[in-house]
């Protein structure tokens, strides 16, 4: 009988009902006027006098533990319904927030960056990472000397032929060239790699953009207005710019653009060194070898093309001066973009 009674202790103990149904149902069939405690019961009366005090005391202990544990769950189940119940009804309850996630300040740099281009008619090309020699450095006028071309500066993947992860983003325009016949007007963002040591300042993997504009009587003036309209589009519409003489091998004409000082308005500040301006990009009319390389008659067209870093772009809009900071992804820093939306 001892058996019995423990067995119908542990049953007791271990029941989880779901619902209150399925709980009255399991008190019926223990402590009912045919449960199996009632039955119990009357078999106590049969057992020998000398075992009775021992076995009343455990029948009483688990009449006890039912009882408690049957009181105990009606209670659970009914606190779950009416906490259900008062869930559904209750409508003016605060939703619960899903957590948003926020654009990546690279990406809004570089989306704001398309949408000016995109008003002046340039559409978006894009071309592989992984490169060869022609169209990121022969194509473009590369002399074969030229330090870019050094394993210091690049990452080859491939010797002879060589394979390599582009450097700029040109290689798109020299793809854009080979496929398409002016007029040419493309905006091409991008990722490129340089073996540069990684620091504040310098990283391995970096985003540019450049531009390409290819037709008929495309001339320096054409140039400098569409990057002063960039640049009052983005810096403000009180930004001016200024072009300085450069060099780079497959423009000439080449200069660099830098553009007032949206900080200090030009006077003068430690961002812009107390010169009043930033530098933002290099442009240039594109090299006559270039379009002769490239299937372009340069006695009929003539082209401009320019370039940019959009992590100095971004450095310049949200004063983020270490370059590191874009690419941890420390949600810390990325939220404080949730904003620019
Ligand atoms: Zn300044």
């Not at 798109?172 to 790699?193: A, D, L, N, S």
């Not at 008929?216 to 003036?221: T, W």
């Not at 810096?235 to 710019?241: E, R």
């Not at 009319?285 to 082209?303: C, E, F, H, R, W």
Request: glycine residues 8%; proline residues 5%; neutral net charge.
């Amino acid at each position: 009988m001892t058996n019995k009674i423990n067995d119908l202790l542990r049953r007791v103990e271990a029941f989880k009902p779901q619902a209150a149904a399925e709980l009255e149902e399991f008190r019926i069939k223990i402590l009912g006027k045919k449960g199996e405690l009632t039955a119990l019961m009357e078999e106590f009366k049969t057992v020998a006098p000398e075992l009775k005090r021992e076995l009343g005391q455990q029948l009483n202990r688990l009449k006890t533990t039912a009882t408690e544990r049957i009181n105990a769950l009606r209670e659970e189940l009914g606190n779950a319904a009416a906490d259900r119940a008062a869930r559904v009804e209750d409508m003016t309850r605060p939703g619960s927030a899903e957590p948003l996630g926020s654009r990546h300040p690279i990406s809004l740099v570089r989306r704001e960056i398309v949408e000016v281009f995109a008003r002046l008619g340039y559409t978006v090309a894009e071309g592989p990472e992984i490169e060869d020699d022609w169209h990121v450095f022969s194509a473009l006028n590369f002399p074969p000397e030229h330090p870019a071309r050094d394993m210091q500066d690049t990452f080859f993947i491939e010797k002879d032929p060589d394979i390599l992860l582009r450097t700029h983003t040109s290689s798109i325009q020299v793809r854009t060239m080979e496929r398409q016949k002016p007029p040419i007007r493309v905006i091409c963002p991008g990722r490129v790699f340089r073996n540069e040591a990684i620091s504040s300042r310098a990283h391995c993997i970096f985003h540019q953009i450049e531009g390409l504009y290819i037709d008929e009587g495309v001339s320096f003036a054409d140039l400098k207005q569409s990057l002063l309209y960039f640049a009052k589009e983005v810096f403000g519409g009180q930004t001016a710019i200024r072009m300085r003489p450069s060099y780079f091998p497959f423009t000439e004409p080449s200069a660099e653009v830098d553009v007032s000082c949206n900080l200090c308005g030009g006077k003068g500040c430690n961002v812009c060194k107390g010169t009043g301006w930033l530098e933002i990009m290099g442009c240039g009319m594109v090299d006559p070898n270039v379009l002769t390389a490239n299937g372009i008659d340069p006695q009929k067209y003539s082209g401009f093309a320019f370039g940019m870093g959009i992590e100095r772009i971004a450095m310049l809009k949200y004063g983020v001066k270490d370059l590191r900071l874009y690419f941890e992804n420390d949600v810390r820093f990325l939220r404080q973009f949730d904003s620019a939306l």
